[in-house]
């Protein structure tokens, strides 16, 4: 049994194994795939369809900036301040006496002219103060009739030396005393009657009066610290505004030196910018300028009156005043982004005709909106970069230059050339 087992159980165990030649060719072909790999992948390999080193291999292109081309023109220097509307005349109505509101008689939010008659106090109090300054005064003009009748009756016995001169001194003393009497009388009456005209509360001014501070049934005197309403006039408006002492003196510098054309007093335009973005059509007048500058703030105060025949404008309503002070005949606007503000000075990125940006300092006469007006420093025609600093890794070198677009596809800012206008914007 054991014999006949034996030879199918070594026949399964004597498996073939490869031999040491055929290793070696193996691990030989292996090696020379991975060099012929390496070589093809080398700085000499030639890569299918493409030049030798591939497409990376050459230099990179000049990065895109956006520009702006310089047109120098007429600019009207305007500058937007923040400013509040108030009211040309406003009233609070308070008591001047102590009482009781019996009646209100205008209504809220509505118009009312000078003298109406807007609260009624209890005047009962006051009627009778009255009453008793007019008893008072009769008394008084009854003690005076009296003096009278005894200067008369002893005047003949003092010219017949019959009564002694003291006695005929303080007859007539007593005389002057009941004129006195009656004189003050007299004024108590008025006082009394003037205290009752105060119970009958009316507008000091015209204009629109606003909510009532009291209600029938309130005791009201001087002394509340809350007025019974507001009256405000509200056509035309005052705008109060400032600007800055530096930028007044710096604007005056560049008049002085020629830079600059100043506006006449009569002629200066301020408009008024709503919250919205739109300006107020009808134009505001400026009435004076402080000639004292808050040593707080370093600011100078303006005012300006503004007309509001519909009541679109309301008193504390912020605004922005928009006011033209000079005109530069040869200026031009870029925007902000487009200049470097820093403790060396103003300056800008010009691309040269070899497409090479250079550094260049300006002079700037203000802001525009969200553009500077330049007054010095560039030439009509010149680019300016305004846009993709961010790419230029190596300083002077090219660049390629494209119209500048800004974000929201504005119009461009006036100094800008018509190529550039046509994308270009002020921010």
Known sequence: MDQLQWPPFRESMALPMPSMTMRRA?????????????????PGG???????????????PPPQVGVVTVQLRP??????????????????????????????????????????????????????????????AARAQAALAQAQ??????????????????????????????????????????????TLGYATITAPIGGRIGRAGVTEGALVGPADPTPMAVIQQTNPLYVN???????????????????????GTDAVEVRLVLDDGSVFPQPAKLLFA?????????????????????????????????????????????????????GGGDTVLVVGADNKPASRKVKLAGAMGGDWVVIEGLADGERVIVDGFQKMFVPGAPVTPVPWTP?????????????????????
Request: net charge positive; with cysteine; hydrophobic share 45%.
């Open 26 to 42: 193996g691990a030989l072909l292996i090696s020379g795939g991975l060099l012929a790999a390496l070589v093809a992948c080398g």
């Open 46 to 60: 030639a890569q299918p369809g493409g030049a030798p080193g591939g497409p990376g291999g050459g230099a990179p």
């Open 75 to 136: 600019v009207a220097l305007s500058i937007e301040l923040p400013g509040r509307l108030e009211a040309r005349r406003t009233a609070q109505v308070r008591a001047r006496v102590v009482g009781i509101v019996q009646r209100r008689l205008f209504e809220e939010g509505a118009t009312v002219r000078a003298g109406q008659v807007l609260f009624t106090l209890d005047a009962d109090s006051y009627r009778a103060a009255v009453a008793s300054a007019q008893a008072n």
């Open 149 to 194: 009748t005894q200067v008369e009756r002893n005047r003949p016995l003092a010219e017949a030396r019959a009564i002694s001169q003291q006695e005929w001194l303080a007859t007539e003393t007593q005389l002057k005393s009941a004129q006195a009497e009656v004189a003050a009388g007299k004024a108590a009456i008025d006082a009394t009657r003037v």
């Open 241 to 263: 505004f400032t600007q800055s002492a530096a930028d007044a003196m710096r604007l005056r510098r560049a008049v002085d030196a020629g830079q600059l054309q100043r506006i």
């Open 290 to 342: 402080d000639p004292t500058v808050d040593p707080a703030t370093g600011q100078v105060s303006l005012r300006a009156e503004v007309p509001n025949a519909d009541g679109r404008l309301l008193p504390g309503l912020y605004v922005k005043v928009r006011l033209a002070q000079a005109v530069s005949e040869q200026a031009l606007r870029l925007p902000q982004q487009a200049v470097t503000r820093d």
């Open 407 to 427: 974000p929201g596809g504005a119009s461009a800012p006036a100094a800008s050339a018509p190529a550039a206008a046509a994308s270009g914007a002020s921010r």
